[in-house]
């Protein structure tokens, strides 16, 4: 568990939950929320499942939501279902800046997706992003390549992920969490 929050020690990090995920073999949903009410049925969802959880909140959805409110909404959630492992994750943060905002919001876990600059510019924001985070407890998945479509308000080409290059992004930036690009789509997408 994440000793950042001595009040709320289910607040877990992404690390912390894939990690465990990972060595007892299975699976944890994902589920963006954009209001309270989303918020509400995930948590239900997951604890009537005894499931750890992650809560993703877009930038966007940050950026329309005023901070106090979802500071304690937040830490509703945690209140809540204290036997709950849960982590609070922003979902494609563009820069530094958003970022920090999130951390200091009270989330476990940051992404910082910085693929649609250079690779030297996203391994350089990368790692501004980890040093800030590892320093407050908070875990950081990064993005390498790029599917195309409409991700927030960033557009993009694909660019698939190149393992070696992988290999070298994560020795250099010391994520803890890898978004690769592969074939698969998400975001808006316009199909012929």
Known sequence: RNSRDAEFPNLTTLKQILEHARDNQYGVGAFNIVNMEALQAVLSAAAKKNSPVIVGLSRGAISYTEKVYLKHLMR????????????????????????KLAIDLGMSSVMIDASHHSYEENI??????????????????????????????????????????????????????????????HGSVKFK
């Open 76 to 99: 509703a959630g945690l209140e809540m279902y204290p036997h709950l492992p849960i982590c609070y994750h922003l979902d494609h943060g563009d820069s530094f800046e958003s970022c």
């Open 124 to 185: 350089a924001i990368t790692k501004k992003v980890v040093e800030y985070a590892h320093a407050r407890g908070v875990s950081v998945e990064a993005e390498l390549g790029t599917l195309g479509g409409i991700e927030e308000d960033v557009t993009g080409t694909v660019c698939l992920t190149d393992p070696a290059q992988a290999k070298d992004f994560v020795a250099r930036t010391g994520i803890d969490a890898l978004a690769i690009a592969i074939g698969t789509s």
